[in-house]
């Protein structure tokens, strides 16, 4: 469980979400911290793992097509048609 | 004929002269023979000498033969080959035959065509820098000067330049936009941004209906998922091109969120790269406030919009492979980093346990219990969460963590006491004396019992004898 005081990982990009999961490791393997702070920083760095993790496994193929028209720039799928696979499957509008 | 001064020519002679560009020349109405007609001399002149510009006469030549050595013959040709404006600085079209590289790096070929050849030598400095190799068959253009060869008799091209034949101007063209556009900074070094470790969008600026995309979307999709791939068509050849390329850049810089651009188009014969190397697009690459990785496909070494970018790769797959990471190198380098941290809490656990046994603060096991059911708690519920290596060593930290609560219960401070063993406090903030540095002599110290505690002054120190 997430103690208040700190960032939620939920907002976090997977850049910052790693570079903060490696500062925490850090901190833990210098080996510099009480027992207590150090089940702290090991807590929050398995929350960071965790959402890495996820960004990780999670992640939806989404390709869009830039248009611009009258009213401004458009996102359209990308229309490929029948083609090579894996360019033409799970492809969507990025919202 | 009347003495002619030194310097001036007959009429057809002057005009030759002239025209070949020669510095000095001097008519001798008889070739071959020095006659006085030449020669400034006089009786007040014994030794006058003239100067044909290769050989020195004096009047003591005056009517003998001239017989001229091998040499020196070599040298006159030498000489007027290398002073005449119209063999010197040239620019010849020709054919390529037998090229070959010497082992200093000088470049040695024929120049032909139908009726005639000349040797040609290019020199390592010059052909070092030469932008394409020489095949046999080739149609050049040579830019280079005439030189007599005296070793073997012959005449030759040194060549300075050479440029694909056809291409000529179109790539002097090239060269020159290089020079301008390179003296403003755009290719500098500096100017280059670095790319994003983790781009959030990629952004894709090629033909909507070119293989080159399908590669693109392939690999990013198979090495970087996560990442939106925005794709601002543009035309990458004919009419328009280099204009529909700043379009599509300056489209994803005004949409934002794309952390990085690929720029490119695929390879293959009869490949067009002009818009690559239009000057509006080569400086949209570099006012683009994203950054952008080229990846046109070609034989050719060098586009001006590989020079721009901030990055280039040889194909648009390569390009793909460049700009996003590799999700599997990512995952493993992840459970590494959870593994790691997973060893640190380890580690944390072993030198707390072993420091139970002198905290003074662990006197009562209320806090250890606490501390000890804390950890659990987080133990457990982060070993679901981790893989591998690193939910083998938290099954470790955690066995540890078990066998150090049992250990502390059954010899835990209190216990120890019963056992006969006392702890000696010191301060009012009752620190554990843990050595006899810094006791005094008369200072009074609390021991701890089983049952009860002790106030004594201590009354001597004596170091252990080992």
Redesign the interface.
């Known amino acids: 469980?997430p103690r208040g005081g700190r960032a939620a990982p939920g907002d976090l990009?997977?850049?910052e979400a790693?570079v903060l999961?490696?500062t925490?490791?850090q901190a833990?393997?210098a080996?510099r911290?009480?027992?207590?702070e150090?089940?702290e920083a090991?807590?929050e760095?398995?929350e960071l793992?965790?959402h890495?993790?996820a960004?990780?496994r999670g992640?939806?193929?989404?390709?869009?097509?830039?248009v611009?028209t009258l009213k401004g720039?458009e996102?359209v799928p990308?229309d490929?048609g029948p083609?090579?696979e894996?360019?033409s499957g799970a492809q969507g509008a990025?919202p | 004929m009347g003495p002619a001064p030194e310097g001036t020519f007959g009429p057809p002679t002057e005009r030759l002269a002239a025209c070949l560009g020669l510095r000095h020349f001097h008519s001798t109405p008889t070739p071959g023979v020095i006659t006085t007609g030449a020669l400034p001399t006089g009786p007040g002149k014994p030794l006058a000498r003239l100067d044909t510009g290769f050989r020195t006469y004096t009047s003591e030549d005056v009517g003998a033969r001239v017989v001229l050595s091998v040499a020196e013959l070599t040298e006159q040709l030498r000489f007027i080959v290398g002073h005449n404006r119209f063999l010197q600085g040239l620019w010849i079209r020709g054919e390529v035959a037998d090229p070959s590289a010497g082992p200093s790096g000088n470049l040695y070929f024929t120049l032909a065509d139908d009726e005639a050849r000349i040797h040609c030598v290019m020199f390592a400095r010059q052909a070092r820098a030469l932008a394409f190799r020489l095949e046999e068959g080739q149609e050049v253009v040579v830019e280079g000067d005439v030189e007599v060869y005296g070793p073997r008799g012959t005449y030759e091209l040194v060549a300075k330049t050479i440029e694909p034949s056809g291409l000529g101007a179109q790539y002097l063209a090239l060269i020159q936009l290089r020079a301008r556009l390179g003296a403003e900074g755009i290719f500098s070094p500096g100017a280059k941004r670095p790319l994003p470790p983790f781009p959030t969008a990629v952004g894709v600026v090629t033909s909507e209906h070119g293989a080159a995309l399908a590669d693109v979307l392939l690999v990013l999709g198979d090495r970087w998922p996560m990442a939106p791939v925005i794709v601002a068509p543009a035309r990458v050849q004919g009419e328009g091109a280099a204009d529909s390329i700043v379009a599509a850049l300056e489209l994803l810089a005004r949409r934002g969120g794309v952390a990085v651009v690929l720029l490119g188009r695929g390879g293959g014969s009869g490949e067009d790269l002009v818009a690559f190397n239009d000057e509006i697009a080569v400086r949209a690459i570099r006012a683009c406030p994203i950054p952008v990785v080229s990846c046109v496909g070609h034989e050719v070494d060098w586009t001006l919009a590989d020079l721009a970018a901030d990055a280039r790769a040889p194909t648009p797959t390569a390009g793909a492979a460049l700009v996003v990471p590799d999700r599997a190198e990512v995952s493993l380098h992840l459970h590494r980093t959870a593994a790691a941290m997973a060893e640190g809490m380890h580690r944390s656990l072993i030198g707390a346990a072993g420091n139970l046994g002198g905290q003074a603060k662990l006197l009562t096991t209320a806090p250890l219990e606490e501390l000890l059911a804390h950890g659990r708690g987080t133990l457990s519920t982060a070993r679901t969460g981790l893989e591998g290596g690193a939910a083998a060593w938290l099954r470790m930290a955690m066995e540890h963590l078990e066998a150090q609560g049992a250990l502390l219960e059954a010899s835990g401070p209190p216990a120890t006491l019963v056992r006969g063993y006392a702890i000696a406090l010191r301060g009012a903030d009752r620190r554990p004396v843990v050595s006899i540095s810094g006791i005094d002599l008369g200072e009074e110290l609390t021991v701890l019992l089983a049952d009860g505690e002790v106030t004594c002054r201590v009354v001597g120190v004596r170091p252990q004898v080992t």
């Open positions: 469980m990009s997977f850049e790693l999961l490696e925490k490791v833990l393997t080996g911290l009480t027992v207590e150090a089940l090991f807590e760095g398995v793992y965790r890495c993790s960004k990780l992640a939806e193929r989404r390709v869009a097509k830039l611009e720039i996102e990308l490929r083609g090579r894996g360019s990025v």
